[in-house]
């Protein structure tokens, strides 16, 4: 149900609802308080909102429509300019039976990729030929499946051995994306194990006019001029070793540049001997991974605006007027909240290497 419906105001902060695929009648939309979504790069995403509900009929086990398990589609925004922020399942209910006031629920739930974090799995994927493995796709798209989600995948290549699996779907599959340098996530009802998640166009935010604050850091503590993968390949039966080097570009002084190619003690390298790979493309991957995702922890910061549905993770944002902080910046946590004092974003980002 749109807020359009109930306020008279144009151009007023709204959101819709459906509740297992039916729109939220007026009443209940109307009973809503508070809406929060929270999107992150490391998911799943949440959401949450406050119910004006005193006699507990919203959630009664016969007949309410909040129930747990109950599927709920949220989109935020302004009249005319709406995004559909998630789609997920209620996961948790919680009561405040207040001294002064009527009781208020809180319905909290995750995006569908939550699905995979039930339960433990021992199982091989095991190719056509004896102690062969299937792509890491193919596995993801499998297991995309039992979980009642479709597949959208990058292809990856066959292995020459067999994973295996003695966690949680969610683990495993996180694992894999970490293996291939990957990215994995849900949108809808579609998980993604992509090279690269799709960047939604670029915002504009200024400090004292669209940007409300922002409070940037930078940090060289725990940074290194380079990455060397070591490993085993069972197929060829030897060993090898990837080394990757660091790119400039960064937003750094000649003398944080001197600091960490130096390190403590003259050198600056990582070398890490325990990464899930078979191969020397592999390791390639892995080490360009470490030492991407370590730059970009170089300046990171959290800032808030007023309410813009455009920004979602990995979003890029232009922020100015911020001094030596001004520059492009990837969105990996924002939440969207609407209530009684507006709609207003806030967001976590990393500025961009």
Known sequence: MSLSGILPEIFVPTFEMAVNYVPLPLLTAKSITQISVNEHSDPPNQFSFQVNDPTMELINAQGGIFTEGSRVEISLGYVGNLR?????????????????????????????????????????FEGPTPNSGIPDSQIVSQIAAEMGLMPSVDTTSARSEPRVQDQTNFDFLDGLAEANGYLLWVDGDTLYFKSVRPSPSSVQLEWGKTLTSFSPRLNTVGQVSSVEVRGWDPAQKQSFSVSVERSGGENLSSTGQQQISQG???????????????????ARTYAEKVLSNQQNELVTGNGTCVGHPDIQVNTKLELSGVGRFSGTYTVNQVTHSLGDSGYQTSFQVKMQS
């Open 84 to 124: 559909k922020m998630i789609i997920g399942e209620v996961s948790s209910l919680e009561a405040d039976f207040s001294s002064s006031g009527p009781a208020t629920l809180t319905v909290n739930g995750f995006d569908l990729l939550h699905r995979l974090t039930r339960g433990t799995f021992y199982r091989r």
């Open 264 to 282: 403590s003690g003259g050198e600056s390298g990582m070398v890490i001997t325990d990464a899930p790979v078979a191969s020397a493309d592999e």
